[in-house]
């Protein structure tokens, strides 16, 4: 069983090209949805964005395949940006919340607004292009009061450079006999890149609470 397993994680290009195929025009539904719920929902910044979007413009440069690189470029863009909204909108209406007004404290608050009025537009656009992060940064925006109108400029900058950016990378390396040859292989190791920063993330927030704790 775990020898499938394995196989399966290293050869996976054999089971996706087909199962993209079987599902057709469903892929982008499909696709659409893993790259909501990543931006969208705060409890799916583990899901595979780029590596997601760069294999699938990567199967779209194949002869033959369902895909067609202009409709997932769309279909890209309005996932990352209905769900970066949803995500904001999240964040808006959180600080209400009895345990966030308890936590979330001015002195905090006002912290992040004076950040935000200096490095806002850079973070929205740049931590897209940050896995785990990019999840937070719409809900952090929406949670210290970014004005929508601002949010949404630079939040359309930002996920259509990102989009730009991995589908051309996907689609014309996609035509390199080398990444045609270690698909799986690279994916493994975007994919393993792609969780640095929340294990970096993970590790700061533990070194602190552990410094917090001695000092108690």
């Not at 399966?8 to 090209?17: G, S």
């Not at 964005?49 to 409709?71: N, P, Y």
């Not at 994919?191 to 552990?210: D, E, G, Q, S």
Request: one cysteine or more; a positive charge.
């Amino acid at each position: 069983m775990l020898a499938q397993i394995i196989y399966a994680i290293f050869h996976f290009r054999e089971y996706l090209f087909p199962l993209l195929q079987t599902l057709g025009n469903w892929s982008y539904v499909l696709i659409f949805a893993i790259i909501f719920m990543e931006t969208g929902l705060v409890v799916f910044p583990f899901l595979p964005g780029e590596s997601l979007i760069f294999f699938t413009s990567t199967i779209a440069a194949v002869k033959g395949s369902v895909l067609d690189i202009k409709i997932l470029v769309v279909v890209f863009f309005l996932a990352a940006l209905i769900g970066d909204t949803v995500n904001f909108e999240i964040g808006r209406h959180l600080k209400q919340l009895p345990f966030f007004e308890k936590h979330l404290t001015e002195a905090k608050l006002q912290t992040g607004i004076r950040f935000y009025k200096r490095h806002g537009g850079k973070t929205v656009i740049f931590g897209r292009f940050i896995p785990f992060i990019r999840t937070f940064v719409p809900l952090i925006s929406g949670t210290i009061g970014m004005h929508p109108h601002q949010f949404a400029f630079f939040n359309v900058i930002g996920v259509l450079l990102w989009v730009i950016v991995g589908s051309a990378v996907g689609y014309f390396f996609g035509q390199v006999p080398f990444v045609q040859e270690h698909f799986s292989q690279i994916f493994i190791a975007i994919a393993l890149c792609a969780l640095v920063p929340a294990m970096f993330m993970a590790v700061i927030n533990f070194l602190k609470r552990r410094k917090e704790n001695q000092m108690k």
